[in-house]
């Protein structure tokens, strides 16, 4: 298993991942989507691999003094295995690099697996908010 930043060839995987398991959004996840955003930020996008392909993902957005999580996603048989631990580990590197203060996710209240994933990366809700977060 190798975690490292999405390069042009993984796009298509990536977008596939993300429409089959990544759940509902408000935001389009197709190709032109990605090809912006790994222009205007070529390490944005990490994702876990295998022999098979792509089998993880997390987009690590900077806006110059925090860090957002967005599209935590792991194929299926792949579950279980730490791989999303092991995403927001390489994130909040990434975030401690940029010189973040703190990392920032917006979970779905009625998704208690992910809330509780999220709870055991540290992150603790902000009820001003609504947003959850760790600092760094």
């Not at 935001?27 to 930020?41: A, F, H, S, W, Y």
């Not at 295995?81 to 994130?91: F, K, P, T, W």
Request: proline share 4%.
């Amino acid at each position: 298993m190798e975690i490292r930043n999405a390069r042009d060839d993984d796009l298509d995987a990536v977008v596939d991942l993300w429409l089959r398991e990544g759940g509902p959004t408000s935001m389009p996840c197709g190709p032109t989507e990605v090809i912006t955003l790994l222009r205007r930020d070529p390490d944005a996008i990490l994702i876990a691999s295998d022999d098979i392909g792509v089998v993880g993902t997390v987009i690590v957005g900077w806006d110059g003094w925090r860090c957002h999580v967005y599209r935590l996603v792991v194929e299926p048989r792949c579950r279980r295995q730490g791989i999303a631990s092991r995403l927001v580990d390489e994130a909040k590197r990434r975030a401690r690099a940029l010189g973040a203060g703190k990392i920032e996710a917006l979970i779905a209240l009625e998704n208690t697996p992910a809330i509780e994933f999220w709870e055991r990366q540290d992150l603790v809700r902000d009820d001003d908010t609504g947003r959850w977060m760790i600092r760094l």
